[in-house]
T-cell receptor, first 110, second 114 residues
């Protein structure tokens, strides 16, 4: 079974609102990453958080990591139409394999 | 700077045919990956290579073989294609084991097996 599981599976919000997606995983990790995928395209890396970090920011993105609960969240503030995409969390352990979750489909309504 | 290049972009195969998906990266990365993406399933790791000459099974390796002949190239082979292998295949690379950096992805190969 896959390492990461995102929640919710799909999310629709109004433009300008904040979007929060959650990810849970099962085993110890070295880092957790979030990626975005626009329809039919390749994946683009958004942000990486190491296992010894608790929070990280990049522009309108805020990622938290709670290793005791084996969970992470991705917050996108002030959402825009261009944020409409699928978002995936991925975990990497000591063997460097990057294992993905099933993703959250985010739809920003005008 | 091309990044990760996959060929072909599209392919239709008949059941039982074989083919090789090619992947090359020009970032001097050590690690390379092959994933498949099916609707609602996210990306599932097929095979992984930590360095030239080494490969390791991922989550769904059955029906596939890989080859890492040099640092740049990592190919995925389907010896006898089955309809269940209809999917979008992505190749990716990253700097390497023990280095906390992201993976870079190719644009994907859309494979249909009829």
């Amino acid at each position: 079974s896959q390492q990461g599981e995102e929640d919710p599976q799909a999310l629709s919000i109004q433009e300008g609102e904040n979007a929060t997606m959650n990810c849970s995983y099962k085993t110890s990790i070295n880092n957790l990453q979030w990626y975005r995928q626009n329809s039919g395209r390749g994946l683009v890396h958004l942000i990486l958080i190491r296992s010894n970090e608790r929070e990280k920011h990049s522009g309108r993105l805020r990622v938290t990591l709670d290793t005791s609960k084996k969970s992470s969240s991705l917050l996108i503030t002030a959402s825009r139409a261009a944020d409409t995409a699928s978002y995936f969390c991925a975990t990497s352990a000591r063997d460097d394999k990057i294992i993905f979750g099933k993703g959250t489909r985010l739809h920003i309504l005008p | 700077n091309a990044g990760v290049t996959q060929t072909p972009k599209f392919q239709v195969l008949k059941t039982g045919q074989s083919m090789t998906l090619q992947c090359a990266q020009d970032m001097n990365h050590n690690s390379m990956y092959w994933y498949r993406q099916d609707p609602g399933m996210g990306l599932r790791l097929i095979y992984y290579s930590a360095s030239e000459g080494t490969t390791d099974k991922g989550e769904v390796p059955n029906g596939y073989n890989v080859s890492r002949l040099n640092k740049r190239e990592f190919s995925l082979r389907l010896e006898s294609a089955a309809p269940s292998q209809t999917s979008v295949y992505f190749c990716a690379s990253s700097l390497g084991v023990g280095v906390n950096t992201e993976a870079f992805f190719g644009q994907g190969t859309r494979l249909t097996v009829v």
